[in-house]
């Protein structure tokens, strides 16, 4: 298991030789952000994060994300100077000594929540999806202020994508995803890079739109399309785990067994009984996730992929991104760490 952590480079309240001061840290975890999705990134802007990376001491090995367009997602024509457009990402990024890609596959809205700053029993604050809320927001009156959604996209350019999805059921997402992995995996096999797809956050459609990263049937779905080392998953504990229906520790046992998870974002999330959710700490007692159950599984199986402390709470007064504060995901790393270590232990 190799350590890491999410940096959003420069901007990023949080700084890179703070999180160098984490005992157990290994590589950073991050990517090219003024860039438009679905254009390259230069190979110079590359190696200048690498360079800020490796002079604070951590590796460059974790790419999250390089987006992938919606005109991909869509299946239109114009999809394939897209493709061809991540396809040199995938080989400049491996030219600069990158290991694993992370992307997900969501129409329109990457993860969703309806509030990001909810108190806690104990005065911090989270980000929750309460399913009440959801329903009362409509993205097409023009109103939406999602938390989390950057809403680069005009009241029209909004409806003009809906009307394309409409057309767009399941299947057909389905079989978008599998000319676009046809096209890339290849590449990634050449250059050695593992593709991770991210699973949909929460697991399941949402403004009527389809998800299907979502569910264990649906993973085994996806590691068929193409049968590669190379396609291979991050797992998120807090997506696929909010929602009742994922044995997550079943599922962590199963997929690392098979060496495709590539990527380990390990969180907690509090279900309740309406199928919302809270974010949580990441100790076990705090959310519904086991979480030493979930390290035994990649512990037994010999993971040694990167793993990554997700979303936080804030706490102890930080302000900044929400979800990507300094101190909780911190601890989190420090819990993971010694769950590690105590299992290496009683190896011997
Ligand atoms: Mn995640």
Known sequence: MKMSFRWYGKDDPVKISYIRQIPNMYSIVTAIYDVPVGEQWSMESILQLKKEVEDAGLKFDVIESV??????????????????????????????????????FMPV???????????????????????????????????????????????????????????????????????????????????????????????????????IITTEKNLDRFLKLVDSEYNGLTFCTGSLGSA??????????????????????????????????????????????????????LHKNNYQGYVRPDHGRMIWGETGKPGYGLYDRALGAMYLTGIWETLEKAKN
């Open 109 to 211: 809205f990457d993860w969703t929540r309806t509030q990001l700053d909810k108190v806690l029993e104990d005065g911090s604050t989270a980000l929750v999806y309460y399913k009440e809320q959801l329903e009362k927001m409509d993205p097409l009156t023009g109103e939406l202020s999602l938390p989390g959604w950057d809403s680069s996209y005009t009241k029209e350019q909004l409806a003009d994508i809906f009307d394309k999805y409409a057309k767009v059921d399941e299947e057909a997402l389905w079989s978008n995803l599998e000319y676009f992995l046809k096209e890339i995996i290849p590449v990634a096999e050449e250059c050695d890079v593992r593709m991770a797809i991210h699973p949909d956050d929460p697991p399941y459609p949402i403004f009527g739109l389809p998800r």
């Open 244 to 297: 009742h229906f994922n044995d997550i520790v079943r599922m962590v046992d199963k997929y690392s067994a098979m060496g495709r998870i590539h990527f380990m974002h390990i969180r907690n999330v509090k279900l309740l009984e309406d199928g919302s959710f809270e974010e949580s700490a990441h100790y076990s007692p705090c959310g519904s996730m086991d979480i030493v159950e979930i390290v035994k599984a």
């Open 67 to 104: 987006p992938v367009h919606e005109d991909i997602k869509l299946g239109l024509p114009s999809r394939q100077k897209y493709i061809d457009n991540y396809k040199e990402n995938i080989r400049n990024l491996a030219k600069a000594g990158v290991k694993v890609i992370c992307y997900n």
